[in-house]
């Protein structure tokens, strides 16, 4: 894939404030200007300009979404369409909709790519899998579509009414604040992509000028004992005390994951993860 330079900021609007969209709100970065719309704040025939894209990021959480799936696909149906409408009426050219690993399959491990079939029925899944195919079929040379398939993102969250938590969050708190931390799986692989390597990854699907495409983001993967060992090493380095780590033994085997895009360079540098674990300590300290 080649990307031209980018010579002037592109304008993104992004529709919904959970984790991704309060993380990407607060961000400053060189790649592109952001504007935010809570779902109660949006409506099809609110004017707006100077938007070069929406990027669509209302839905809920898996953990709201298995508590009450029909609730979670009305929801994801209605504004995935009232988004469409929305773009027509302001004449935006372009939506990046935010999808998930999940939605190949329930385990997320083998090699998976964008022509790896989605055979995973759950609701969160499904949920995904409806708005992708609404947006498709609604997916024009006026209005672009571009699919993004992330894995398992982390960063600052320093909003408290938000009740989605990453995984790598969760550990990194339970270290800081708790001094200790009792693993169960130390086998358990996870492609883990930091936020400031998604902003730079949006920075250049912008770009993309399809009609409709679908992108596998990720970074790379770990097996979570590898993972906390890097947070561990991290907190030694910025303070003077080292949490207890303590292996609860079990029987899971090494898993294998080679999540990948046909279309994207993964970037194998752990200089993101190392900067983005740093903030989160510097946030909690």
Known sequence: MVYRKIYKKKNILIIGRG???HYLKNSSNQYFNIRSLSSRQFSVKKK?????VVMHAIGLNYK???????KALFIKKKFTNKLIKFCRYNKIPKIIYISSIFVYKKDSIGNINERTKCINKDAYALTHICAENILKKNSSSKLKVIIIRVANLFGINNNKKISFIPLINKIIKCLVLNRKLYIYNKFLLKDIVPMNYFIIII????LLNKKFQIIN???KSYFLIDLVKII???IKKHSIYLPKLEIVEDNSLKESLNFKSLFLKKNNSQKFLIKEIDSS???LA
Not at 48 to 52: A, E, G, L, S, V
Not at 64 to 70: G, S, V
């Open 19 to 21: 984790f991704i969209g």
């Open 281 to 283: 300590l510097k946030f």
């Open 232 to 234: 561990i090493s991290r």
């Open 203 to 206: 920075s250049k699907l912008i």
């Open 64 to 70: 709201n979404t298995l508590i009450d799936p029909k």
């Open 48 to 52: 707006i300009i100077n938007i070069d």
């Open 217 to 219: 983001v990720g970074y």
